[in-house]
T-cell receptor, first 114, second 114 residues
């Protein structure tokens, strides 16, 4: 029972264009969502987060959108750069668990081509 | 500032052997957790702890034990290794509060059980 789903295993984008990574969730108890980036042979690193009381959060080239009614969030990267090539995981936290108990999606491998 | 440190980085075990994966953090985080990463499965939560002396099970706890005697350390024990436990293991830590609870991850331990 996958509560957080990333249905696209991979995505290829041209440098300078927009990358859009999608994530769906099934549990309405989630109240906090995060995106992580992972390079090979390294641990995941935090990228950006959004709470369920917001529908958008921006940090430089990265923007996360949350559509609670559709139980969907997306990460936009504009403009995409070759250094953005990595695996991106979305994660969700149940509201009754403060702290870092996170449920992760399967990941999407982003390739940004020069 | 070391962050989250995992040892060893690589390990090969024979079926039935036992071992302990070490995890230490120096950020005074209350919350610590263990995940395993398998192809196509994302990161799955094994066990977590909200503070010294308190642990709980995650999504895939079978075959693993944990204890938390100090704030800094959260070892993961495999009592009798099985090939199904071949995976990459990540330890993470975070603050235990309502917001800004992004988890910080270690570099990972790649475990092979033969």
């Amino acid at each position: 029972d996958q509560q957080v789903k990333q249905n696209s295993p991979s995505l290829s984008v041209q440098e300078g264009r927009i990358s859009i990574l999608n994530c769906d969730y099934t549990n309405s108890m989630f109240d906090y969502f995060l995106w992580y980036k992972k390079y090979p042979a390294e641990g995941p690193t935090f990228l950006i987060s959004i709470s369920s009381i917001k529908d958008k959060n921006e940090d430089g080239r990265f923007t996360v959108f949350l559509n609670k009614s559709a139980k969907h969030l997306s990460l936009h990267i504009v403009p995409s750069q070759p250094g953005d090539s990595a695996v991106y995981f979305c994660a969700a936290r149940p509201f009754y668990n403060q702290g870092g108990k996170l449920i992760f999606g399967q990941g999407t491998e982003l390739s940004v081509k020069p | 500032n070391a962050g989250v440190t995992q040892t060893p980085k690589f390990q090969v075990l024979k079926t039935g052997q036992s071992m302990t994966l070490q995890c230490a953090q120096d950020m005074n985080h209350e919350y610590m957790s263990w995940y395993r990463q398998d192809p196509g499965m994302g990161l799955r939560l094994i066990h977590y702890s909200v503070g010294a002396g308190i642990t709980d099970q995650g999504e895939v706890p079978n075959g693993y034990n944990v204890s938390r005697s100090t704030t800094e350390d959260f070892p993961l024990r495999l009592l009798s290794a099985a090939p199904s436990q071949t995976s990459v293991y990540f330890c993470a830590s975070s603050y235990n509060r309502e917001w800004d609870t992004e988890a910080f991850f270690g570099q990972g331990t790649r475990l092979t059980v033969v």
